[in-house]
């Protein structure tokens, strides 16, 4: 519910160019608000509604012109809502979400939503219809103290002929009387108006409008708590029927008094016998018809002196002071026929008169004249028939005059409520004085001159909040409604949210510039983008984030599936799903060679893949002339170690058995006491005999190694 203003700082068109500026009203219409005709430097253009288009089209040749346009957007309203006839309206705020609360006055009912609220829109509208209030046919009280009874509002259309008779009945607390005053009588000739001092059909009749004689403007008084009213009438309207008055009082006690459309003072709150009362009058009425001073009298049954005055509207009159109302006559009842009023305000020379028009309610065939200046030099400032909204005029002399006429024939054509007009004494001076600029901001204004009404708007540049009223209206007295605002700068970031299925930590919970966002995601959820965001300022600018929020996302949207395991090869730690950034590793079986990479990673996409294909397994290929490889020289080394193990142990096993079963001195054997064997051992080596010498045959082994072909060779020699 925003509407765009803007404001033409700069226009130069040249021949041939054309600028036009539209909108769009409540019922999607196009409006043209300006064109390339009607732009002038300093103008402010406001939308009716959220919309507002700028079109431009340059000429077929030539000189371009240039043209400038600085627009900002402020907040729709809810139009002011109507007051209801017989009653009143209290508005909180025209803004979106704002409230008008409507009552009635006394003896009448509110017809409709007692509250409504101002709804947002492209255009803001109030939530239901504005209510009315009317007055009911017939009803009753119970412990009735203080109310009003009121002949029925009319009906209109098919409706027009009902409540054509109508009772109410008044019950006051126990022991208590009624008093019933007349504020106003003006039966039809078929009209009838019956008071009954109780509820029976035998009651005493304490006034009855069909047998005549005078009206008891004083008011009646009720024997006992109860009092029954009825009222008969061919067809209600607006310039017949009656209001009463009604107030409960004690015995030995004069009842309070009413002063309608004005005020009292008195001696005795409780009104005993010797009490003084003084009535005055609202602004706009004068006393009338009674006395300005009654007192209450008889001890043995109270009552006052005299009656109460009337306070009634004044047709016309000489006005001065610093500020006055005007009211139409007979105010707050409907006007007569053949009213001639004329009203005329004299301020001070130095002085102007501002008219503030607050309710305008007349017939087509009534008219209201306001005209300015004296009898010598007289212009007419407005000539107003019918209904109109609020709205105020200023005078340029120190006289100004309001004149009412009313139809004579009003019962033909009809009449209205009335109307209610305040008057004040303003400064000769009309406008206000101009407002400072605002250090890191600007104003805007609706109105070239500064007159009553117009509106200065301030904007902060980026990086700064507005402190105080963003609009300052000038008022009726010439000031403004409130001081310049300032701007500050801001130092902390707009919360950046929540992100979905994670937990975030603050450091700072204001979001003060340098605060740090830390986000996690939860189990079975991946993070996608930085984990932690921070808060930093910017000159000039508003404080942002670092970055953008991260996103958690399900690990399994994100995971690469296992690609599968190469022919004659195999995978380490082989699982279904891998996350980014892990790795699988393969393996070729024996024999076999990896051809491509040995491990491959799971990188992060949308969606994640591999950093590479799947390695392959082949056959390994050996070539007799190339240089033997890591695994061949470890095999030939295993190889020659295990050669010389066993030729060791065949060594040590020869050289055992020729210890114990030979008496040869040998070199390189020493001597051991061993008995000669002398009769045939166990043993059937040929090598050994019995009592005999015999050689003994040695064997040297010669090792020799190559490289490239792991040769072994073997030398044996004999030995004496």
């Not at 009716?48 to 309203?77: A, D, K």
């Not at 709205?391 to 009003?410: C, E, I, M, N, Q």
């Amino acid at each position: 519910a925003q509407r765009r203003l803007g404001k033409w700082l700069h226009v130069n068109l040249s021949d041939g160019e054309q600028l036009s500026i539209t909108g769009v009203d409540e019922h999607g219409s196009l409006l043209v608000l300006a064109n390339h005709t009607l732009l002038v430097e300093g103008q402010v253009i406001r939308s009716p509604t959220n919309t507002l288009s700028v079109y431009y089209c340059s000429g077929l040749e030539g000189s371009m012109g240039i043209f400038q346009l600085h627009y900002q957007i402020f907040r729709l309203s809810c139009s002011l809502p109507k007051r209801p006839h017989f009653g009143d309206v209290s508005v909180l705020d025209l803004l979106p979400g704002g409230t008008a609360r409507f009552h009635c006055h006394m003896g009448y009912h509110l017809h409709g939503e007692p509250v409504l609220t101002c709804l947002n829109a492209s255009l803001p509208v109030w939530s239901d219809k504005e209510p009315v209030c009317r007055a009911l046919c017939g009803g009753t009280v119970k412990n009735a103290t203080v109310g009003r009874v009121l002949s029925p509002s009319p009906h209109h259309g098919p409706n027009a002929t009902l409540d054509r008779s109508c009772s109410w009945s008044l019950e006051a607390p126990k022991d208590q009387r009624l008093h019933l005053h007349l504020e106003r009588l003006a039966l039809g000739p078929t009209d009838r108006l019956v008071l009954w001092s109780g509820l029976d059909a035998g009651s005493v009749v304490l006034f009855d409008s069909g047998r005549g004689g005078q009206i008891p403007f004083e008011g009646v008084i009720s024997e006992g708590p109860a009092v029954r009213i009825q009222f008969i009438t061919d067809q209600p309207n607006h310039n017949t029927g009656f209001n009463i008055r009604y107030e409960a009082f004690e015995r030995g006690h004069c009842y309070e008094p009413y002063l309608q459309n004005g005020n009292f003072t008195t001696s005795d709150p409780l009104y005993g016998v010797g009490t003084v009362v003084q009535f005055t009058c609202d602004p706009g009425h004068s006393l009338e018809q009674g006395p300005p001073v009654i007192e209450c009298i008889s001890a043995r049954d109270p009552y006052w002196n005299d009656t109460e005055p009337l306070c009634k509207a004044q047709c016309g009159g000489d006005l001065s002071g610093p500020g006055g109302l005007i009211l139409s006559p007979n105010w707050p009842e409907w006007y007569g026929e053949g009213e001639d009023c004329s009203w005329r305000i004299h301020v001070g020379e130095d002085k102007r008169v501002l008219l503030d028009v607050q309710l305008l309610n007349i017939s087509d065939s009534d008219m209201l004249t306001i005209t300015d200046g004296d009898e010598v030099t007289t212009r007419i400032l407005g000539r107003y028939v019918g209904g109109s909204s609020p709205f105020k005029l200023s005078s340029t002399t120190p006289d100004l005059t309001v004149t009412f006429h009313s139809d004579p024939a009003g019962l033909v054509f009809g009449k209205g409520e009335g109307f209610i007009i305040n008057y004040i004494e303003v400064s000769r001076n009309d406008s206000c004085p101009d407002l400072p600029e605002i250090q890191n901001g600007w104003k805007t204004t609706s109105h070239v001159a500064l007159v009553r009404g117009a509106c200065i708007t301030y904007q902060c540049d980026p990086g700064y909040d507005l402190v105080g009223r963003e609009t300052l209206t000038c008022q009726l007295d010439l000031s403004w409604s409130s001081q310049p605002p300032f701007c500050e700068k801001i130092m902390y970031c707009s919360d950046p949210g929540h992100v979905e299925h994670a937990t975030r930590s603050l450091s700072d919970p204001k979001l003060l510039v340098g605060t740090t966002i830390q986000y996690s995601c939860n189990t079975g959820f991946i993070l996608q983008g930085g984990a932690t965001i921070t808060c930093y300022g910017r000159e000039p600018g508003t404080p942002v984030w670092t970055s953008h929020l991260p996103h958690c996302v399900s690990e399994d949207s994100v995971s690469c599936e296992n690609p599968g395991v190469p022919d004659n090869g195999y995978q380490i730690l082989s699982k279904r799903l891998y996350l980014p950034g892990e790795s699988l590793t393969f393996v070729c079986y024996q024999g076999y060679e990896l051809i491509g990479e040995v491990a491959i990673k799971c990188i992060l996409g949308n969606p994640s893949f591999w950093s590479g294909p799947l390695p392959l397994c082949r056959v390994a290929e050996a070539t007799a002339g190339s240089p033997l490889n890591g695994g061949n020289i470890a095999l030939a080394i295993f190889i020659l170690i295990l050669l010389l193990s066993v030729l060791l142990g065949g060594v040590y096993v020869y050289v055992t058995r020729c210890r114990y079963n030979s008496n040869l001195r040998l070199p390189l054997i020493y001597p051991h006491p061993y008995r000669q064997i002398t009769v045939e051992t166990e043993f059937d080596n040929p090598l050994y005999e019995t009592g005999g010498v015999s050689s003994i045959q040695f064997s040297s082994i010669e090792l020799n190694f190559n490289l490239d072909t792991a040769k072994i060779t073997t030398n044996t020699s004999s030995v004496g």
